[in-house]
């Protein structure tokens, strides 16, 4: 992935976030904490674009604005992924 593919996930990132209301901070290189109504971990550059939510199962394949919505859903349930 070339780093401008990177920054235009980073600034979608970051878009979806401020239009939802939610805190994205970054870690570490390729790993994001998304602070909603829940914290999430994603990394949007991994093979699999997995979040993690605590207690919860692995989700995968999403996109940034999918991961901030993942932040809000009161059960922190499961987000249908695109393909």
């Known amino acids: 992935?070339?780093?401008t593919a990177r920054r235009c996930v980073?600034?979608?990132l970051f878009a979806a976030?401020?239009?939802r209301g939610a805190v994205?901070?970054?870690h570490a290189p390729g790993h994001f904490?998304?602070?909603g109504t829940f914290l999430v971990n994603y990394y949007p550059f991994s093979k699999r674009r997995s979040a993690?939510?605590?207690g919860t199962p692995t989700q995968?394949?999403?996109t940034p604005?999918?991961?901030v919505e993942l932040a809000f859903q009161a059960t922190g349930g499961r987000i249908k992924a695109r393909r």
């Open 1 to 3: 992935m070339s780093s």
């Open 10 to 12: 980073v600034d979608e």
């Open 17 to 19: 976030a401020n239009a």
């Open 24 to 26: 994205v901070s970054e």
């Open 33 to 35: 904490q998304i602070r």
């Open 52 to 54: 993690f939510v605590h």
């Open 60 to 62: 995968t394949d999403l």
């Open 65 to 67: 604005s999918q991961a």
